[in-house]
T-cell receptor, first 111, second 118 residues
Framework: DAKTTQPNSMESNEEEPVHLPCNHSTISGTDYIHWYRQLPSQGPEYVIHGLTSNVNNRMASLAIAEDRKSSTLILHRATLRDAAVYYCILRARAAGNKLTFGGGTRVLVKP | DTGVSQNPRHKITKRGQNVTFRCDPISEHNRLYWYRQTLGQGPEFLTYFQNEAQLEKSRLLSDRFSAERPKGSFSTLEIQRTEQGDSAMYLC????????????????FGPGTRLTVL
């Protein structure tokens, strides 16, 4: 699986946007970019995914660079409930079903 | 609650003992996964079932580990002769069949079983 690089941690103030970067310079043409997050004492949960175009859902937005070598997860208004570890994962559609997690970014939200 | 459930939530055992964990996936999901997570690290894939067939096993799954899904519903993960290095959170996830037109099949995770080996 191609490797992703994320900062270890980020801090944000409540109700401010959070931009979480992910570098994936070795991404292949068939790799989708997935984001999962893990709240304290819980299993991971799906956030969003994309291939080439930017994506929006109720939880977040995903901005993908034109060359696809990096992407940014955007939480538009952070709440205390968004404090979690966020994982950026590359997954080839035809390469099986496992998720390969890296270390993720721990997001701290200050009231 | 119709999510993925895992039992027990916590297990403390002595080195050398055998332990077994159970995972009940979301009822219509035919795919089931086991992951292991140590403190401060992301989850690591252990094994994957489609229905009752175990289709992939990680090199992390040593001979002391065995997983089953006998009727394609719940799954068990057994660790024999536990070692202190087995202490971790064991996570189970399930997903529905991937449609040919779909770009993903979201995995739904349970709360995990935390194993402590003394």
């Amino acid at each position: 699986d191609a490797k992703t690089t994320q900062p270890n941690s980020m801090e944000s103030n409540e109700e401010e946007p959070v931009h979480l970067p992910c570098n994936h310079s070795t991404i292949s043409g068939t790799d989708y970019i997935h984001w999962y997050r893990q709240l304290p004492s819980q299993g991971p949960e799906y956030v969003i995914h994309g291939l080439t175009s930017n994506v929006n859902n109720r939880m977040a937005s995903l901005a993908i660079a034109e060359d696809r070598k990096s992407s940014t997860l955007i939480l538009h208004r952070a709440t205390l409930r968004d404090a979690a570890v966020y994982y950026c994962i590359l997954r080839a559609r035809a390469a099986g079903n496992k998720l390969t997690f890296g270390g993720g970014t721990r997001v701290l939200v200050k009231p | 609650d119709t999510g993925v459930s895992q039992n027990p939530r916590h297990k403390i055992t002595k080195r050398g003992q055998n332990v077994t964990f159970r995972c009940d996936p979301i009822s219509e999901h035919n795919r089931l996964y086991w992951y292991r997570q140590t403190l401060g690290q992301g989850p690591e894939f252990l094994t994957y079932f489609q229905n009752e067939a175990q289709l992939e096993k990680s090199r992390l799954l040593s001979d002391r580990f065995s997983a089953e899904r006998p009727k394609g519903s719940f799954s068990t993960l057994e660790i024999q002769r536990t070692e202190q290095g087995d202490s971790a959170m064991y996570l189970c996830a399930s997903s529905s069949p991937q449609l040919a037109s779909s770009s993903y099949n979201e995995q739904f995770f349970g709360p995990g079983t935390r194993l402590t080996v003394l």
